[in-house]
């Protein structure tokens, strides 16, 4: 019953309990001495990814004058949350947890001849060492992890590019894949795996859409079965599915509308984004 929120202005994570209803602020907990956060906004849906609690644990995308890293809220869940630094030297671009493992993807330079010159790499660590790392041999558009979602029994990486995009599903433990998925309806200007959130009996896949109405769509537990397509019922761009969440069958689906306006069309702050909730 708890939410944290990053405060990229006061380099905070701050906590809201939801108490007989109503959201109730938390603890605050500054961040380690000298760091910051990272997330990087390839699709101008907003920055994100960059943050993930899985109900004990927290840890964040971090970045210090000395390199990139993880910052960890140990006691997550409790009154008195500290915060340290884990040093990675790899730049991130998202972080997920589950089951006592944290799973962060990264962006490395490479002498391939890859237009950008820069492989994605997948890694899996314990608060104490790395344990697994996949560099992809065939991803697309060079995104491979920009979002990603893990049980205790599967780990969702995404490869999401304009007008297209695909979630790869890994058995968790084995690492080895078990399932591919694309957009069941190609949305123009569509970027599916632009989200992902897993829980319970739902896998949720945002595909935000800049040129029409974006979806959110939930598949089964291994994504083999697609359930429903969610949708804000807005005419037009509406950028719907650029974030999701579900927890003990709910599920949240954010719209990159701010203010009922988009970009530089968008009222003056404070922001105000839409979620929906199922």
């Known amino acids: 019953n708890r ?3 990053s405060n990229r202005v006061s380099k905070e994570v701050e906590a809201f309990d939801l108490v007989g209803g109503q959201l109730v602020r938390g603890p605050r907990v500054a961040l380690p001495q000298g760091s910051s956060y990272y997330s990087l906004d390839s699709y101008e849906f907003g920055p994100g990814h960059s943050l993930a609690y899985d109900g004990s644990h927290l840890v964040a995308l971090g970045m210090k004058p000395t390199g990139a890293g993880l910052i960890t809220l140990t006691g997550a869940d409790g009154p008195k949350p500290r915060a340290s ?3 990675t030297n790899l730049p991130g671009t998202s972080v997920v947890t589950a089951a006592g493992y944290v799973v962060s993807s990264k962006s490395t330079p490479s002498t391939s001849s890859i237009p950008t010159n820069f492989l994605p790499k997948v890694q899996l660590r314990d608060t104490k060492s790395l344990l697994w790392e996949m560099t992809p041999s065939n991803f697309q558009g060079n995104s491979f992890g920009y979002s990603m979602a893990a049980t205790e029994s599967m ?4 490869s999401p590019v304009m007008n297209g995009g695909r979630v790869d599903g890994y058995r968790m433990g084995t690492f080895q894949p078990a399932i591919s998925i694309i957009s069941p309806q190609g949305i123009p200007g569509g970027v599916f795996g632009h989200s992902i959130a897993a829980h319970g009996p739902y896998l949720v896949i945002g595909e935000p859409s800049n040129s029409a109405p974006g979806a959110a769509w939930v598949f089964s537990a291994d994504g083999n ?6 949708e804000s019922g807005e005419a037009g761009r509406d950028r719907f599915g650029c974030r999701v969440a579900v927890r003990n069958g709910r599920i949240l689906v954010g719209s990159g509308r701010i203010n009922g306006g988009f970009g530089s069309d968008a009222p003056a702050p404070p922001d ?7």
């Open 225 to 230: 079965t697609l359930l429903k397509r969610l």
């Open 272 to 278: 105000h984004r839409p979620v929906f909730l199922w």
């Open 3 to 5: 939410v944290w929120l």
């Open 155 to 158: 780990l969702w990486i995404a």
């Open 85 to 87: 630094f884990i040093e």
